[in-house]
T-cell receptor
Framework: GQQLNQSPQSMFIQEGEDVSMNCTSS?????WLWYKQEPGEGPVLLIALYKAGELTSNGRLTAQFGITRKDSFLNISASIPSDVGIYFC??????????FGEGTQLTVNP | DGGITQSPKYLFRKEGQNVTLSCEQN?????MYWYRQDPGQGLRLIYYSQIVNDFQKGDIAEGYSVSREKKESFPLTVTSAQKNPTAFYLC?????????????FGPGTRLTVT
């Protein structure tokens, strides 16, 4: 089946720093989604991308749909303690099924 | 408030017992999904349903069963045939087929089988 390689697996940063994480695949996706999950909760949708090359922002978050349609990145600027959590990328090809990356665990030190 | 409800939040069962996890949505979404999450891992698709009275197996359907008798409800049964049922189970819904593939998740049910 399709696989998404998400990196890094974990990040430890200081408050105020910028963060970048990405997902790559050997498969082409029609849609890229980025989610954040806090401990014991369900993932919350942050950003959805539908066109190759699309760059979308949501507050301090910016995500891009790679031009080859095989990758996407998420940037978080000026991190704050509440940014802590696990960030997942997800790609959709057809039939409404999503393939998820394994997540990036973000820790922000005050 | 519109959203997805999963109950209970925590569930404990003895090995060999079947258990049913509830998922209800009032978002008027056509499609619903069940995922399993193990510690430190991503989400794996168990079953999904794009319309009432129809559902398809996901990547790890063995040992699970579902029904979709109502648009709002998509219960998941973890049977005794599931070899390693202890996990965090997540339900999601979406409105596919309209160029929008965003899945929205419930709060999850943590199942512990001993």
């Amino acid at each position: 089946g399709q696989q998404l390689n998400q990196s890094p697996q974990s990040m430890f940063i200081q408050e105020g720093e910028d963060v970048s994480m990405n997902c790559t695949s050997s498969s082409i996706f029609n849609t890229w989604l980025w989610y954040k999950q806090e401990p014991g909760e369900g993932p919350v949708l942050l950003i959805a991308l539908y066109k190759a090359g699309e760059l979308t922002s949501n507050g301090r978050l910016t995500a891009q749909f790679g031009i080859t349609r095989k990758d996407s990145f998420l940037n978080i600027s000026a991190s704050i303690p509440s940014d802590v959590g696990i960030y997942f990328c997800a790609g959709e090809t057809s039939g409404s099924r999503l393939t998820f990356g394994e997540g990036t665990q973000l820790t922000v030190n005050p | 408030d519109g959203g997805i409800t999963q109950s209970p939040k925590y569930l404990f069962r003895k090995e060999g017992q079947n258990v049913t996890l509830s998922c209800e949505q009032n978002l008027n979404h056509d499609a619903m999904y069940w995922y399993r999450q193990d510690p430190g891992q991503g989400l794996r698709l168990i079953y999904y349903s794009q319309i009432v009275n129809d559902f398809q197996k996901g990547d790890i359907a063995e040992g699970y069963s579902v029904s979709r008798e109502k648009k709002e409800s998509f219960p998941l049964t973890v049977t005794s045939a599931q070899k390693n049922p202890t996990a965090f189970y997540l339900c999601a819904s979406s409105t596919p087929g309209q160029g929008i593939d965003e899945q929205y998740f419930g709060p999850g049910t943590r199942l512990t089988v001993t």
